[in-house]
C-alpha cells in the first residue's frame, strides 16, 4: 500500500506531506492495509459511502468492469478521491496501478 501512495505522489511531483488523508471505498472496509498505511503515515482513512463513491463517478478518469460492477463506479480509488477532497475536486492524473492496489489523487476545489 505504501509502495502504491509513494508511486502516486512521485508521479505527480508531490511530498508525503501534501496528503491530507486516505480514502476507500465502503468495499474496501475491512482491507487492513489501508488502515496500516494512515497509521504509519499518521493520516486519517476516510471510508466513502458508495452513495458517494456512485456521486463522484462522473469525474474518474479510469475505468474498471469489476469496480462498476461492484460499488457503481468505474473506479474506486479515484472517485473516493474525489468524494473526499470535496466540491470542485479534480483528479492530478489516472489511478496509479502498484499490483492489486491503486491509488488515485485529488485536489480539493480550492487547491491549486
Given amino acids: 500500500m505504501r509502495a502504491a ?4 505522489l ?9 496528503l491530507s ?8 472496509r475491512d482491507e487492513g492495509a489501508i488502515f ?16 458517494a463513491l456512485q456521486a ?3 469525474g474518474t478518469i479510469s475505468r474498471s468492469e469489476l469496480s462498476q460492477a461492484h460499488t457503481g463506479t468505474p473506479s474506486v480509488s479515484e472517485a ?9 475536486a479534480r483528479l492530478l492524473g489516472p489511478r496509479i496501478v502498484l ?7 485529488a485536489l480539493g476545489g480550492g487547491a491549486e
Fill in 21 to 28: 488523508g486516505l480514502a476507500t471505498g465502503e468495499i474496501k
Fill in 36 to 51: 496500516l498505511a494512515g497509521r504509519d503515515l499518521a493520516l486519517p482513512v476516510i471510508v466513502v459511502s458508495d452513495g
Fill in 99 to 105: 499490483g492489486p492496489v491503486t491509488c488515485a489523487i
Fill in 10 to 18: 512521485e508521479a505527480h511531483g508531490l511530498a508525503m506531506t501534501a
Fill in 80 to 88: 473516493a478521491a474525489l468524494a473526499v477532497a470535496g466540491k470542485g
Fill in 56 to 58: 463522484a463517478a462522473s
Fill in 5 to 8: 501512495i509513494e508511486t502516486a
